[in-house]
């Protein structure tokens, strides 16, 4: 099993940057995709999930900005990040699970977003 992110980087405020994460060894179109972020410091936090059925979720505070996606021919979930802020600086984490929004079973390896002028 893998989850590959990719996508991150240093980017302005206001800017945009979209993640990806390709997944395998597991069938995806059955497992709800999660993006996680961790900043130096603190602790991992839900920004977004979408389930089987496309149905999706965010924090509170990232609606509006963010915007979950995914695409079973590909394997692939979407993360597109708008006006981006020095705040959203973290690494961001893949994440599936089986079933239901609260299960992880697979977590990638992460990817950094760096925010700044």
């Known amino acids: 099993v893998q989850l590959v992110e990719s996508g991150g980087g240093l980017v302005q405020p206001g800017g945009s940057l979209r993640l990806s994460c390709a997944a395998s060894g597991f069938t995806f179109s059955r497992f709800v995709m999660k993006w996680y972020r961790q900043a130096p410091g603190k602790e991992r936090t839900l920004v977004a999930g979408i389930n089987t059925d496309g149905i999706n979720t965010y924090a509170g505070s990232l609606k509006g900005r963010f915007i979950v996606s995914r695409d079973n021919t590909k394997n692939t979930v979407y993360l597109q990040m708008n006006n981006l802020e020095p705040a959203d600086t973290a690494v961001y984490y893949c994440?599936?699970?089986?079933?239901?929004?609260?299960?992880?079973?697979?977590w990638g390896q992460g990817t950094q977003v760096t925010v700044s002028s």
């Open positions: 994440a599936a699970g089986a079933g239901n929004w609260g299960r992880i079973d697979y």
